[in-house]
């Protein structure tokens, strides 16, 4: 059927960038530039892995990037459930009114408080550490109060009431209760901010000077180099580079599909 | 002492101690988020409008200057050049990507798909990558002589054009890069339309209507809060765009590509000019506000909410 054509087609295309990438870092340099472009590498080559491997100090970004996203997700995961318990359990004065705010900050753009939190970090002497990119997650972000409070409210209040006839406080609620129940959310949340912190150009950019610092994202750039001015870069080995700062994302997509589908799926669909 | 006339003290009842006892937790609760919306959020936006009134760089401390600031930006060619870049970026790719996510969700949802979760995880892996190494890869497919894109337009015989080096084509790249991504949409739409109850269909045909008109009487209006949603997340999202113009064409060729906030980026970390900058953070506040409050106003015309009883 015409449908079912279209529809392959278009997933082709939309394959086609990962092959290319792919098909050129397996390549040598003279071949990359070949006109026109092969698209499947004849020879096929190894060696631009270990020598973008070995063109910048990757271990260090790596563990750089990693001590950022893992103190990230877990600062995600504990204040985002602890804050849309509260809004979707409790019953407090002006909690509808506070959601909306939620809500609202959604739609604010991450630059328009950009400058004076860099200076609120500067005056801290956060600079040039990691911590103005951590601390942030500490304190919930909309799309994860959103997304955990639809998940929370879909969980029986009936479970509420028996665990508090047998005399739990409301924090042994949401802890031993709620919380549990909220797995697939919570998957969700660790895998998007996992993605969001280990994808995250401009926020180490504004406060990573020291080369020591730098995350993946950062390496990478460094790597490339100025794409369109000061002469090209090698492109075959910045594809293979590229190609291994996605690898990670595109792993663990492939594990957790469900539960990125669905924390998509709750926003979008329930927004 | 009368027995009959003693009045019995005023005593709480267990529902007051019990909602104040609420109200405190609930704040508690909350207060990561409240803190944090005040500290890291509210009072930043204050002290940026503040900073918006000053001269600022980065050794001294602020000057006044009133509204000077705002003035040189009515005079900024790169301010107003960085507006217009943005504003086609937006009015072009936001469109494109809910009709082309939409389009597609419409055909993977035909009952006649077979391995539907293969597609839509095919059409979704995009949305997965980002950042440096989504920017570098396309910067590669743009390349005029040896990347790909030009390569399968030769195929067909046509000379595909210099892509980001050319002012006229930069932009349209971008653009086109932007929708590579649209299955993250796409599974969104996938979800509202596999969620429209099979009833309306059948009732809609009981009535007589083809294919066609179910598609207007059914489906469209169903799907409209989710496309409103998308709407507005994605026109928020497009004025945000960074990573891909500082890492391609650092704004060029000859600011055909300079986005709003590498504009502001290179305005406050490179000129180090940090009252102008928040100016034009202010600005773009504003312009956000303003065309989200536009498309929501318009909602109640176009957008239908098919019985929700639980609203935020």
């Known amino acids: 059927m015409v449908l079912h054509l279209i529809v392959i ?94 809500l609202a900050t959604m739609m604010l753009p991450r630059q328009v408080t950009l400058i004076p939190l860099y200076m609120l970090f500067r005056n801290l002497g956060w600079l040039d550490t990691f911590k103005p990119l951590i601390v942030p997650s500490y304190f919930a972000s909309a799309f994860y109060i959103f997304l955990l409070r639809q998940f929370m409210m879909t969980i029986p209040i009936e479970m509420d009431d028996a665990a508090r006839i047998d005399g739990c406080n409301v924090f042994s609620i949401y802890w031993r209760i709620v919380l549990p129940l909220c797995k697939p959310a919570l998957g969700t949340v660790a895998i998007f901010s996992f993605m969001g912190a280990w994808n995250d150009f401009f926020g180490p950019l504004i406060y990573l000077n020291d080369p020591d610092k730098r995350t993946l994202a950062l390496g990478l750039k460094s790597l490339a180099g100025w794409v369109v001015s000061s002469g090209p870069p090698r492109w075959a080995v910045v594809m293979a580079m590229s190609f291994l700062v996605m690898l990670p994302c595109l792993i663990l997509f492939f594990f957790t599909q469900r539960y990125f589908i669905q924390g998509v799926v709750i926003t979008g669909v329930k927004g | 002492m009368n ?185 969104i739409y996938l979800a509202g339309l596999q969620g429209i109850p099979t009833v309306y269909y059948e009732a809609a045909s009981i009535d007589g209507a083809n294919a066609w008109q179910r598609f207007w009487a059914v489906t469209v209006p169903m799907m409209t809060s989710v496309l409103f949603f998308n709407l507005i997340m994605g026109i928020v999202g497009s004025f945000q765009v960074f990573t891909q113009a500082y890492v391609m064409t650092r704004g060029g060729p000859m600011d055909a590509t300079l986005f709003y906030i590498l504009y502001l980026y290179v305005t406050a970390f490179r000129r180090f000019r940090m009252g102008y900058a928040s100016a034009m953070a202010w600005i773009l506040f504003v312009v956000i506000l303003a065309v989200t409050s536009l498309v929501i106003k318009s909602s109640s015309a176009w957008v239908y909410y098919a019985g929700e009883t639980i609203k935020a």
């Open chain 1, 9 to 102: 087609a278009g997933a082709a295309v939309v394959l086609v960038p990962f092959f290319w990438m792919l098909s050129s870092s397996l390549k040598r340099e003279i071949d990359v530039f070949r006109i026109p472009p092969q698209f499947i590498p004849s020879p096929v080559v190894w060696v631009n892995y270990p020598e973008a491997l070995s063109s910048h100090p990757w271990g260090l970004f790596l563990a750089n990037t990693l001590i950022i996203v893992c103190t990230t997700m877990f600062g995600a995961l504990l204040s985002n459930s602890l804050v849309a318990f509260g809004f979707a359990r409790v019953r407090f004065p002006l909690r509808g009114l506070w959601f909306l705010v939620v």
């Open chain 2, 3 to 187: 027995a009959v006339s003693k009045r019995w003290p005023r005593r709480r009842t267990y529902g007051s101690r019990l909602a104040r006892n609420a109200a405190i937790a609930g704040y508690l609760f909350i207060s990561p988020w409240l803190i944090g919306f005040l500290c890291l959020t509210l009072g930043p936006m204050i002290a940026s409008l503040y900073f918006s009134l000053t001269k600022y760089g980065m050794l001294d401390m602020p000057r006044w200057v009133g509204l000077g600031n705002y003035s040189e930006l009515l005079e900024d060619a790169e301010f107003w050049q960085s507006l217009k870049v943005t504003s086609i970026y937006t009015f072009s790719s936001v469109p494109l990507h809910l009709m082309f996510g939409f389009m597609v969700a419409l055909m993977l949802n035909q009952n006649a798909i077979r391995s539907l979760s293969l597609f839509r995880t095919v059409y979704y892996l995009p949305a997965v990558v980002s950042g440096v190494a989504v920017a570098v890869l396309w910067a590669w497919i743009f390349q005029p002589k040896a990347g790909i894109l030009n390569g399968v337009l030769a195929l067909v015989g046509i000379k595909g054009p210099m892509w980001l080096l050319d002012p006229t084509w930069a932009l349209p790249a971008m653009i086109v890069m932007s929708l590579w991504g649209v299955g993250g949409g796409m599974v």
